[in-house]
């Protein structure tokens, strides 16, 4: 399996052009130069930037002022209710200046997009069945490309966040295959990310198409086991938010109360030694699959987000990070924590 150079180390600045009130006011100040300086001093090698289609999207009456066309000289049929607003564009323009000043990569992420979120609350539907929404989404990435294709030095595309049910797995390998050809056109030389359904889960990583050729980087998210990193999330209905557990607790206890306070899907424990607990051969066993499939396409596998919710015991959710970051440096898997501020998950200075 060959690694993704450059993106060994990283850090998610989510809640800065996404997951936000999308004012000019959270633009300007809550990341700064002085963020990017301190990440490069703690010798993260790249930053992920999930960006929200409402940065450089206004809804107007008309699509004014951007032509945008696909592979093979097409046209592109948008939606009227949309138009590139300059202003958001400057934003990643500075990301990328501070990237640069810094010795940084950079990957964009596409957190949002017309009619698709990860997060049912934003209230985003249609994308998967809409051949509208897809050609905006796919304006967007022939923009993006145009814009900053010539950065593949430094910058990598992530073409959306979480995929959700696995019911689009064949729809959204055929719209991000489309995406892919149409980024080439712009950008031959840059990688592209590319996630499956569950919420770039390991499962699916076998379901993403074969690559378009050898700048495709498969990603996964890992938040196993999920009632450890989340225990207490507000934003899981079924959640005690009182619940606190150890990261090292039998695996007895795990399934117990897995099946009590989470909603969603999470790992079963019935396979391993119920006596027993999480250690790095847990993160073993859930990468396995992924690690094979990766190894036989010969694709860089990368996790573009992991980590341990704010309300843990700091010392338990050091157990959680050291095992894990043993495995990733095992198959050489490039990393980026969730978060750098905020967003329940903030990492600690001394992190």
């Not at 600045?13 to 997951?19: A, H, P, R």
């Not at 300059?86 to 990301?95: H, L, Q």
């Not at 145009?146 to 689009?168: A, H, P, Q, W």
């Not at 099946?259 to 969603?264: D, G």
Request: glycine share 6%; charged share 30%.
């Amino acid at each position: 399996m060959r690694k993704f150079e450059g993106y060994t180390r990283g850090v998610n600045f989510g809640g800065w052009l996404s997951q936000c009130d999308h004012t000019k006011l959270r633009y300007d100040t809550f990341i700064t130069e002085e963020d990017f300086r301190e990440v490069s001093l703690r010798k993260f090698d790249h930053v992920r930037i999930p960006v929200d289609y409402e940065l450089i999207l206004s809804e107007l009456d008309s699509f004014k002022d951007v032509t945008p066309v696909i592979g093979y000289g097409q046209q592109l049929e948008l939606s009227r209710d949309y138009a590139f607003n300059e202003s958001g564009f400057k934003y990643i323009d500075f990301a990328i200046e501070m990237c640069k000043k810094y010795s940084l990569n950079m990957i964009l992420d596409l957190h949002r997009t017309p009619g698709y979120s990860f997060d049912p609350f934003h209230g985003e539907k249609g994308f998967f069945d809409s051949e509208e929404f897809q050609n905006v989404f796919h304006s967007i990435w022939i923009e993006f490309a145009k814009r900053y294709g010539k950065e593949s030095d430094i910058l990598t595309f992530e073409l959306l966040n979480e995929v959700t049910k696995k019911e689009y797995s064949d729809k959204w390998n055929e719209i991000s295959e489309t995406t892919v050809k149409n980024i080439r056109k712009f950008a031959p030389d840059i990688h592209i990310i590319i996630g499956g359904y569950y919420n770039n889960s390991l499962e699916a990583i076998k379901d993403l198409n074969k690559p378009y050729d050898d700048k495709i980087v498969y990603t996964f998210h890992a938040y196993e086991p999920l009632l450890f990193t989340h225990q207490g999330a507000y934003w899981i209905a079924t959640m005690d938010t009182s619940f606190r557990c150890n990261y090292d607790m039998p695996y007895s206890e795990y399934e117990k109360l897995s099946e009590k306070y989470l909603c969603q899907a999470y790992a079963s424990f019935k396979s391993f030694d119920q006596n027993a607990h999480p250690d790095q051969n847990f993160f073993e066993e859930l990468l396995a699959e992924a690690v094979r499939v990766a190894g036989e396409r010969n694709v860089p596998l990368y996790c573009g987000e992991y980590g341990v919710i704010n309300l843990a015991d700091k010392k338990e959710a050091a157990k959680w990070f050291s095992d894990f970051h043993a495995v990733m440096d095992k198959y050489n898997i490039g990393r980026c924590v969730w978060n750098f501020k905020e967003m329940d998950f903030e990492i600690s200075k001394d992190f």
